[in-house]
């Protein structure tokens, strides 16, 4: 099973540049997230959608777009690339949730990320 | 808010010794808790998660958890920890209601070695 699935693994942007870094899920999951990494801070939620069509905020969206078209793809989007977006960068997914649910997220390998 | 809190960021053991990693919780409602694991340079594996029921919670590699409601904390155990243990715990708690709805919470991270 492939699971989440990101593409790239690495990536060096210069200040000002746009990117596009990919998540694929073959799991049919309704919930898909993007969080980002830094040390001594957890991750934290950048942008979350519960279905295809919908989207939302997380805790730091700025400087992050996202769209969900498919069930399968949640692309996020950097508009102009700054050297705090350096990170590692998770998206994960899951089946759809409910406050009687209590469903797993599951995670992607990452997508690492340097601002120069 | 949600907010989970890993009060060590450093636990050492011996190999073979038992080992705790702690957690507490912030919650409105009951929580939804969840244990990962991340290895070098990889993403988040799940361990473990309470959602109702019996306290103690028993999970992958041989870890447990105990959700203990009185104290809000959901501690991760092994009775006798190995070397390949050594890793980058998560502690987490998914949000059951109102708008941040299926939102996943982590905490810091606590690094666990374990010594031959």
């Known amino acids: 099973n492939a699971g989440v699935t990101q593409t790239p693994k690495f990536q060096v942007l210069k200040t000002g540049q746009s990117m596009t870094l990919q998540c694929a899920q073959d799991?049919?999951?309704?919930?898909m997230s993007w969080y980002r990494q830094d040390p001594g801070m957890g991750l934290r939620l950048i942008h979350y959608s519960v279905g295809a069509g919908i989207t939302d905020q997380g805790e730091v969206p700025n400087g992050y777009n996202v769209s969900r078209s498919t069930t399968e793809d949640f692309p996020l989007r950097l508009l102009s690339a700054a050297p705090s977006q350096t990170s590692v960068y998770f998206c994960?997914?899951?089946?759809?949730?409910?406050?009687?649910?209590?469903?797993?997220?599951?995670f992607g390998e990452g997508s690492w990320l340097t601002v120069v | 808010a949600q907010s989970v809190a890993q009060p060590e960021d450093q636990v050492n053991v011996a190999e073979g010794n038992p080992l705790t990693v702690k957690c507490t919780y912030s919650v409105s409602g009951n929580p939804y808790l969840f244990w990962y694991v991340q290895y070098p340079n990889r993403g988040l594996q799940f361990l473990l998660k309470?959602?109702?029921?019996?306290?103690l919670v028993k999970g992958s590699y041989g870890f447990e958890a105990e959700f203990n409601k009185s104290q809000t904390s959901f501690h991760l155990k092994k009775p006798s920890a190995l070397v390949s243990d050594s890793a980058l715990y998560f502690c987490a708690v998914r949000d059951r209601g109102g708008s941040t709805l299926g939102r996943l919470y982590f905490g810091r991270g606590t690094q666990l070695t374990v010594w031959p």
């Open positions: 799991m049919n999951h309704e919930y």
């Open positions: 994960a997914s899951s089946q759809g949730f409910t406050a009687s649910s209590g469903n797993t997220i599951y």
């Open positions: 309470y959602i109702t029921g019996d306290n």
